[in-house]
């Protein structure tokens, strides 16, 4: 069993940054794949950046390449999403997901393939 907590969402104009965290136990973060997905109202929840178990290989959707940046710190069991140059459209409930098997490129963006999942995070962008 892996438990999730996400924490660091808000209110932020856009351009501004946030910095999102998800604290892991159960298991080390390193011995799972954590994701980031994100789902505003209406629509469907979509992936946002992953990071591989053990050799760390990162994973982004378009839409955030440049802006955010996925980590962990392996002391703190804790992942995080740095989130730059935030626009309107990033609004959204993010969750941190982790997945213990080894996953591809294809299956690190598909919510199905994760097995635990936090409670999620607002993050609110203003124009």
């Known amino acids: 069993q892996v438990q999730l907590v996400e924490s660091g969402g808000g209110l932020v104009q856009a351009g501004g940054s946030l910095r999102l965290s998800c604290a892991a136990s159960?298991?080390?973060?390193?011995?799972?794949?954590m994701g980031w997905f994100r789902q505003a109202p209406g629509k469907e929840r979509e992936f946002v950046a992953a990071i591989r178990k053990n050799d760390g290989s990162l994973y982004y959707a378009d839409s955030v390449k440049g802006r955010f940046t996925i980590s962990r710190d392996n002391a703190k069991n804790t992942g995080y999403l740095q989130m730059n140059n935030l626009k309107p459209e990033d609004t959204a409930v993010y969750y941190c997901?982790?997945?213990?098997?080894?996953?591809?490129?294809?299956?690190?963006?598909?919510?199905?393939?994760?097995?635990?999942w936090g409670q999620g995070t607002q993050v609110t962008v203003s124009s």
């Open positions: 997901a982790a997945k213990p098997l080894l996953i591809t490129t294809t299956t690190a963006q598909v919510p199905s393939s994760y097995n635990y």
């Open positions: 159960g298991r080390t973060v390193s011995s799972v794949t």
